[in-house]
């Protein structure tokens, strides 16, 4: 079965500064991998995907993510973050095929705070 | 495009009584949705898969008589829980899948509902 490991369930940053979350999956055959935003009481929002193809991803709200292979890792990043970027993330996996084709697994979220 | 509601928002129920949780595809049709539960500072576990016009698949470990799963139409599915206790208290996530999406991990969200078993 497919898992997906976020280190460090919170992150504390400056307004402005670098903001890196990190997730890793654990799957000899790279799954599809996500981001997803969820800012209190409210259901999640898709922030990226990785399905094939180009290995860096950039999605909304200036974030990116960039899978590696040999790491097994695929780490959300923003050069620069906002106060509006608070919020817990998490990092999901589906598989390519068998009978979780379809199916996410969440990692354990990660809740960023951004300082002023 | 492709929002997901749920109702109610929050609520409020005593302990032994039954509670229903809608979920709605507004402008699309759904023809799988699932059922998530997430526990305060904790991930979302699933519970169970629906398909319209089937019957649901539970996860492991989720009790399928205590979590009635009812997926009617295209647009709607419910999710009663039965004989609530205080420790299913808890925050309902759904989330749906669309008749016309070529690719089977595309989600769409809804907003949560927030159970509190009293």
């Known amino acids: 079965a497919q898992s997906v490991t976020q280190l460090g369930s919170h992150v504390s940053v400056s307004e402005g500064a670098l903001v890196l979350l990190r997730c890793n999956y654990s799957s000899s055959v790279p799954p599809y991998l996500f981001w997803y935003v969820q800012y209190p009481n409210q259901g999640l929002q898709l922030l990226l995907k990785?399905?094939?193809?180009?290995?860096l991803v950039k999605g909304i709200n200036g974030f990116e993510a960039e899978f590696k292979k040999s790491e097994t890792s695929f780490h959300l990043t923003k050069p620069s973050a906002h106060m509006s970027d608070a919020a817990e993330y998490f990092c999901a996996v589906s598989d390519r095929g068998g009978t979780s084709y379809g199916k996410l697994t969440f990692g354990q979220g990660t809740i960023l705070t951004v300082h002023p | 495009g492709a929002v997901v509601s749920q109702h109610p928002s929050r609520v409020i129920c005593k302990s032994g009584t039954s509670v229903k949780i809608e979920c709605r595809s507004l402008?699309?049709?759904?023809?799988?949705m699932f059922w998530y539960r997430q526990f305060p500072k904790q991930s979302l576990m699933l519970m169970a898969t629906s398909n319209e016009g089937s019957k649901a698949t539970y996860e492991q470990g989720v009790e399928k008589d205590k979590f009635l799963i009812n997926h009617a139409s295209l647009t709607l599915s419910t999710l009663t829980v039965t004989s609530a206790h205080p420790e299913d208290s808890s925050f309902y996530i759904c989330?749906?899948?669309?008749?016309?999406?070529?690719?089977?991990?595309?989600?769409?969200f809804g907003p949560g509902t927030r159970l509190t078993v009293t």
């Open positions: 402008d699309f049709q759904a023809t799988t």
């Open positions: 990785y399905t094939s193809a180009a290995t």
């Open positions: 989330s749906a899948r669309s008749r016309g999406t070529s690719e089977p991990y595309e989600q769409y």
